[in-house]
């Protein structure tokens, strides 16, 4: 079975403030990590993702995610934020074999809110 | 190309009626998932379809719950009695290819008085 906690159910921030978004996993097997984000009225979206290679990971709007395998995390990261990051994200993982790749395990989400 | 849609977008219906879910995939994904979030809680999983059949259903909460997928195109999620406890949004979402990102819908926030 696998789990995953995300620390933090609300963060507010200011704009142009760094963020930190913790998550931390549980799990026997090998796993891939992803960080989808929800904005208001729509569905998720992916943000990034790890399968393999490089533990440092971003995306093209400027978050970054790191996954460490001793800690069992995989934290979310902005350096500034803008705006526009006000949003809901999620934390997940799924096994990194067999056939349950689209099989999905969330923790609760973040609610991260930008304040000007 | 168009996203993953699902139908409706709102339904509010009373306890032990029946409500039918659609979501209409990316064209050419044979992989649809059904998750559903309850309020207050994380995103679980309820199955999973591989063109027309079932790959695995073990988040299916019980019987009352019936998905279909005719033809490996769109699929239907029917809850029927429903529940006060079934209330929520469903998500759909699909994907092409293994190593592909799943593509998630808007939801359909169901809520059951």
């Known amino acids: 079975a696998q789990s995953v906690t995300q620390l933090d159910s609300q963060v507010p921030v200011f704009e142009e403030a760094p963020v930190e978004l913790r998550c931390n996993y549980s799990s026997s097997v090998s796993v891939y990590l992803f960080w989808y984000v929800q904005y208001p009225n729509q569905g998720l979206q992916l943000l990034l993702k790890y399968l393999s290679g490089s533990t440092l990971v971003e995306s093209i709007n400027g978050f970054e995610a790191e996954f460490n395998k001793s800690q069992t995390s995989f934290h979310l990261r902005k350096p500034s934020v803008h705006i526009s990051d006000t949003a809901e994200y999620f934390c997940a993982v799924t096994n990194a074999g067999g056939t349950s790749y689209g099989k999905l395990t969330f923790g609760q989400g973040t609610i991260l809110t930008v304040h000007p | 190309e168009a996203g993953v849609t699902q139908f409706p977008s709102h339904s509010v219906i009373e306890k032990g009626q029946t409500v039918t879910l659609r979501c209409d995939p990316i064209?050419?994904?044979?992989?649809l998932y059904w998750y559903r979030r309850v309020m207050g809680k994380e995103i679980k999983f309820l199955l999973h379809?591989?063109?027309?059949?079932?790959?695995?259903e073990s988040g299916m909460p019980n019987n009352r719950f019936l998905a279909e997928r005719t033809g490996g195109t769109y699929s239907t999620l029917k809850v029927q009695p429903a529940e006060l406890e079934d209330s929520g949004v469903y998500f759909c979402a699909s994907r092409i290819t293994r190593g592909s990102p799943l593509h998630f819908g808007n939801g359909t926030r169901l809520t059951v008085t």
């Open positions: 064209s050419g994904h044979d992989n």
């Open positions: 379809f591989v063109k027309e059949s079932k790959q695995d």
